[in-house]
């Protein structure tokens, strides 16, 4: 099984920018979709972003298009999310998680990790 650590979470000012980390266990996250979704206080779990394995190709929600940059490095085991433009509504627990099949990564990703809290306040 994957397991994926994320890192980078914390509180930030709106307009200001964070990265996360994911750290996966794993070469075979290398052969996986990689991504990220967030959960905020009373709101449903929702996509944010993944990116194929080559790192070629990426989607984002439409909510943090122009904001929000994820990637990877293969070599490392490693995907990112860069935050950028943060508002108050972007606070919420994030997750990075992997998986095989695109279709049933925006909606359910095989694996996930724990999560790290961003926290956009004044």
């Known amino acids: 099984q994957v397991q994926l650590v994320e890192s980078g979470g914390g509180l930030v000012q709106p307009g200001g920018s964070l990265r996360l980390s994911c750290a996966a266990s794993?070469?075979?996250?290398?052969?996986?979709?990689m991504g990220w979704f967030r959960q905020a206080p009373g709101r449903e779990r929702e996509f944010v972003a993944a990116?194929?394995?080559?790192?070629?190709?990426?989607d984002y929600a439409n909510s943090v298009k122009g904001r929000f940059t994820i990637s990877r490095d293969n070599a490392k085991n490693t995907a990112y999310l860069q935050l950028n433009s943060l508002k108050p509504e972007d606070t919420a627990v994030y997750y990075c998680?992997?998986?095989?099949?695109?279709?049933?990564?925006?909606?359910?990703?095989?694996?996930w990790g724990q999560g790290t809290q961003v926290t956009v306040s004044s």
């Open positions: 998680t992997a998986g095989t099949s695109y279709a049933k990564f925006v909606i359910n990703p095989d694996y």
């Open positions: 794993v070469r075979i996250f290398s052969n996986y979709y």
């Open positions: 990116i194929a394995a080559s790192g070629g190709i990426t």
